[in-house]
């Protein structure tokens, strides 16, 4: 049958500022968002009823889970046009789960885009995302996977600038780290947003060192949940080559920034030999996520 396969990136949180809280208790974010070409990849086919198969790496973390994300996100979406047609769906899972990369999210995301395409939907990517968003805070800028500015819960999101080549290694300790509980763990007060780049950066060098300023405010709460981070975090600073580390999210995934991709993939076998019970992964940054049939 014919199909549509997407691809779900990884999201990395290249800086996340919690910069205040609303009354119903949801977190304010500020968060200059990019996305690597290490991910997920979600195959839509025409059926009679809804289907999900799984395979990939990271599968067996989702086995028994009757309705995830990207079901979800398939059967809104045809609500939401009105139709009763269905899908069947296939994810080949490479990204670890619970890991504050936005795996279930650009999953979903996914779904909406090889859906639209499948079916032959007018709908823009605002609409996809308005969609996205009733599901998920992290969906709206994992529809377009795009370097973003994104603020508020999530749902708010601006073009980011243009950044230079840039290599990436992520890395996840095996530990699964639910958003809601780091939320609940984090102390302090809230920060002022995130300064935007007067221009763009001329290079890897010139970026990772305006980065360097920013920081993820959800670090201190993260690692004292897992305190492995701090030797993800540690393993990743001592990496030749590397210009910049941070976690990414809410956790546990952490990552180092490169001036290329062909030395992140250098840093990554190094690392995955030093460290084979980590999940452990390299690329580059890309400019967006796309479908083909």
Known sequence: MEGVVAFAPAKVNLCLHVVGRRADGYHLLDSLVAFADIGDRLTARPAPSWSLTLSG????????????????????????????????????????????????????A???????????????????????ARLGAD?????????????????????????????????NPRRPLPTATVFAARQGGFAAPAPRLAEPPRDAVAFARWLAALRNDL??????????????????????????????????????????????????????????????AAGGLIAGGGVSR
């Open 219 to 280: 670090t201190a709460a993260a690692i004292g949940l897992a305190p492995e981070i701090g030797d993800v975090l540690a393993a990743l600073g001592n990496l030749a080559g590397a210009l910049l580390v941070r976690m990414s999210g809410s956790g546990a995934t952490c990552f180092a920034l490169f001036e290329n991709r062909a030395a992140a993939m250098r840093a990554r076998d190094a690392l995955a030999a030093a460290e084979p019970r980590w999940w452990c």
């Open 110 to 132: 996914a779904t909406l885009r090889a859906l639209r395409e499948l079916w032959r939907l007018a709908i823009d990517d605002a609409e996809l995302a308005a969609i996205g």
């Open 57 to 108: 790496r990271e599968a067996a973390a989702l086995a028994g889970v009757d309705d995830n994300l990207a079901l979800r996100a398939g059967r809104l979406l045809a609500q939401h046009v009105g139709s009763v047609a269905a899908a069947e769906l296939h994810l080949e899972k490479h990204l670890p789960v619970a890991a504050g990369i936005g795996g279930g999210s650009a999953d979903a």
């Open 139 to 171: 969906i709206p800028v994992c529809v377009r996977s795009e370097t973003a500015w994104v603020s508020g819960i999530g749902e708010r999101v601006e073009p980011g600038p243009p950044l230079p080549e840039l290599g990436v290694v992520l890395v």
